[in-house]
C-alpha cells in the first residue's frame, strides 16, 4: 500500500462581513454562499475597491473613513458594536483578527519560542504578525527637522524602507552601456547620488547591513550612501530633471516567466501596502533593474490589482535626476526567512491569514467571480503539462478512470499562456474543488482556490516543503505521496542522471490504483470541509 500524506483536517473559522458595499460583487465571508450578489450602494467607500469582508478591518485603523460612514445604514450595519481588526494593529485584541491560523497541537518547542503556543508562532511568522514585526522594526535612517523636510525609515536590514522627499540621481545609470550586465548593480548610485534634506543617522545606516549580497534580499545596497543634502528636492530649486508627485512603489522582481516566483513579488508588495497603510492603486510602480534588459511578464495582468498606472522602467530615467514626495521600497522576494521562498513554517499549522485576505484582494480587483458548485458534484482540475520534464505519460488513463465517478466533474486543461490569458487561467482556478498536478510552478495557482478546496499533488520531486507550504499558507487541503511506490520513472536519455534534483529532469506514470486512494481522500476533505457551500445546500434539501 502506498504511503500518502495528508494536511490537517482542522478548518480555521469564516470570517463575518460587517459591511455593505457598492455594486455587484462577490459574497466572499459570512453565511452566504459562493455567488454573486447585489448589494445596496455605499458611496462613501467605493473608491478603496477592497473586497467586503475587508473593508472593516480596513476601517479599523482609518478612523476618519469609519466616522464619515458611521451614520450611514447603505454602509453599516449598526448594530456591530466593534470593528475587527488585521492584528497588527497594536490596540487589536486576538479574538478580534483576522482569519487566525488552526494548528494541530498547541505544544511548546525550542528555547527562542517556549512562550509562544504553535499558533501564536504561525501568526507572527506567516501571519499579520509579519506585517506587525515590520512595522515594529521601522528606525529613521535620516531625520527631517522641519515639515518640509526628507525622511527616510527602514525595518532590520532595509527590507522594506519609505521616505519622503527623495533625491536620486541616475546620471551614472548607464544602462545603455550596461545592457546585457547585472539587474542589480550596486555602482550606480554613490555619496550625494542619493539623499535628502535631513540628518543621516550614520550608526543606524551602517547597522542595516548584512543582507545585501542577494540583490532580491535586501535594499542597503541601493540606500547604503544615502547623503544629507543642503537642499530640498522637492520645492523647486532646479535641482531635478523630474518630478514624481504620485506615490512611487520602486521594486526589484524575481522570474516573471515562473509563477512561483512572480508570485513571491506580488503578495510581497502586497504585504508592504498593509506596512504602509494604503492600498490605492494611484501610485508609480518602477521596475529597478539596472541591466536595461527586457522582463518578460507572463503574468503582468496582475498589475492591475497594484495601480491604475502603466509599468515604469528604471531606464526611462537614465541620465536624469529623479525626486520622489513619496517613495517605498516594498519587502523583497528572497528575504531570509520571507513569505514566501524562504519560509519554515511551524508544523501542523496552517491558514495564513494574510496569504488569504492576499488571495481575496487580488481576486476581487482583478474581477474574477466566483460560480457555483454543484450539489453533491466536485469540480477537478487536472493541469496538465505541456513541457519535456514531469509529465504523467499515463494521465489520460487517470482521467478515464475519475470521469467514472459520478461525484466528480473533471476538467483538463493546460495552463499555457499562449493558449489561455492569465485571468482566464484565475477563473478556472478559483472555481475548482481538487487540483492536481505535478510539482511545478502551475501548483502555485494554490493561492487562488476557494477556501475549501483540496491540492493533489501526485509527486512532489524531491521538494517536499514547496506546495505543502503554500497550501498550509492558503489554509487548504493536501494530499501527495511519500516515497515513489506507485511512480514510474521515465528517462530514456538519461541526460541529468547524477544530480541532485534527478526526480524533476524525468517524466512519470502513475499507478492508477494507488492514484485512486490519494483522490479519495482529497475528496473526502472537501466534502467534509464547514465551508463547502454544496455541503450547505445539500443539508438544507435534506431538511
Known amino acids: 500500500m502506498v504511503k500518502m500524506s495528508v494536511s490537517s483536517t482542522t478548518w480555521p473559522p469564516v470570517m463575518m462581513s460587517y459591511l455593505y458595499v457598492i455594486g455587484r460583487v462577490m459574497t466572499l465571508s459570512g453565511s452566504s454562499h459562493n455567488g454573486v450578489t447585489t448589494q445596496p450602494i455605499c458611496p462613501a467607500l467605493a473608491h478603496l475597491r477592497l473586497p467586503p469582508e475587508h473593508l472593516p478591518y480596513h476601517l479599523y485603523s482609518h478612523r476618519e473613513a469609519a466616522a464619515a460612514v458611521r451614520n450611514d445604514t447603505r454602509c453599516y450595519r449598526r448594530h456591530r458594536a466593534r470593528l475587527p481588526c488585521w492584528g497588527y494593529e497594536e490596540d487589536c485584541p486576538p479574538e478580534s483578527r483576522y482569519s487566525p491560523p488552526v494548528c494541530d497541537r498547541e505544544r511548546e518547542s525550542g528555547k527562542r519560542h517556549r512562550k509562544l503556543s504553535n499558533t501564536e508562532r504561525f501568526w507572527l511568522e506567516a501571519g499579520f504578525g509579519y506585517v506587525r514585526e515590520q512595522k515594529r522594526q521601522l528606525v529613521a535612517l535620516c531625520e527631517a527637522r522641519s515639515q518640509d523636510d526628507s525622511w527616510l525609515e527602514c525595518s532590520h536590514y532595509a527590507r522594506y524602507c519609505r521616505a519622503r522627499n527623495l533625491y536620486l540621481d541616475f546620471r551614472r545609470l548607464g544602462i545603455q552601456e550596461n545592457h546585457f550586465g547585472k539587474r542589480f548593480r550596486r555602482d550606480i548610485l554613490g555619496p550625494g547620488e542619493i539623499g535628502g534634506h535631513c540628518k543621516v543617522k550614520a550608526v543606524r545606516l551602517k547597522s542595516m547591513t548584512g543582507h545585501e549580497t542577494h540583490g532580491l534580499m535586501s535594499w542597503y545596497a541601493e540606500l547604503e550612501n544615502f547623503t544629507s543634502l543642503n537642499f530640498r528636492p522637492t520645492t523647486g530649486n532646479g535641482n531635478c530633471d523630474v518630478m514624481l508627485d504620485t506615490p512611487t512603489y520602486f521594486m526589484k522582481l524575481d522570474l516573471g516567466i515562473n509563477m512561483y516566483h512572480h508570485f513571491c513579488d506580488f503578495l510581497n508588495l502586497y504585504v508592504s501596502q498593509h506596512v504602509n497603510g494604503s492600498f490605492s492603486t494611484d501610485v508609480n510602480i518602477v521596475l529597478w533593474d539596472t541591466s536595461g534588459r527586457s522582463y518578460k511578464d507572463l503574468f503582468g495582468a496582475t498589475w492591475r490589482a497594484f495601480t ?159 506546495y505543502r507550504n503554500l497550501a498550509a499558507l492558503r489554509g487548504v487541503g493536501y494530499v501527495t505521496w511519500e516515497g515513489s511506490t506507485g511512480l514510474t520513472q521515465i528517462d530514456e536519455l538519461g541526460t541529468y542522471k547524477g544530480r541532485g534534483d534527478y526526480d524533476k529532469f524525468v517524466n512519470y506514470t502513475v499507478n492508477p490504483t494507488d492514484f485512486r486512494v490519494l483522490m479519495e481522500k482529497a475528496i473526502m476533505y472537501v466534502f467534509n470541509h464547514p465551508a463547502f457551500p454544496a455541503r450547505h445546500m445539500h443539508q438544507k434539501d435534506e431538511l
Not at 335 to 354: D, E, T
Open 308 to 466: 491604475d498606472h502603466p509599468i515604469q522602467q528604471l531606464k526611462d530615467y537614465d541620465g536624469k535626476r529623479v525626486c520622489v514626495r513619496e517613495a517605498i521600497f516594498p519587502l523583497l522576494p528572497r528575504m531570509a526567512f520571507g513569505l514566501y521562498y524562504n519560509i519554515h513554517l511551524v508544523p501542523g499549522c496552517k491558514n495564513s491569514g494574510l496569504v488569504r485576505a492576499f488571495s481575496r484582494h487580488v481576486l476581487y480587483r482583478l474581477g474574477i467571480d466566483h460560480g457555483q458548485p454543484q450539489i453533491g458534484r466536485l469540480r477537478v482540475t487536472f493541469l496538465s503539462r505541456i513541457t519535456q520534464f514531469r509529465r504523467v505519460l499515463n494521465e489520460d488513463q487517470l482521467l478515464s478512470e475519475l470521469r467514472k465517478d459520478s461525484r466528480l466533474h473533471v476538467n483538463k486543461v493546460d495552463y499555457d499562456h499562449r493558449e489561455m490569458p492569465f485571468l482566464q487561467q484565475l477563473q478556472h482556478t478559483q472555481n475548482t474543488d481538487i487540483f492536481i498536478g505535478v510539482h511545478g510552478a502551475g501548483l502555485t495557482h494554490t493561492l487562488f482556490l476557494p477556501d475549501w478546496a483540496c491540492l493533489l499533488e501526485i509527486y512532489n520531486c524531491g521538494d517536499e516543503p514547496c
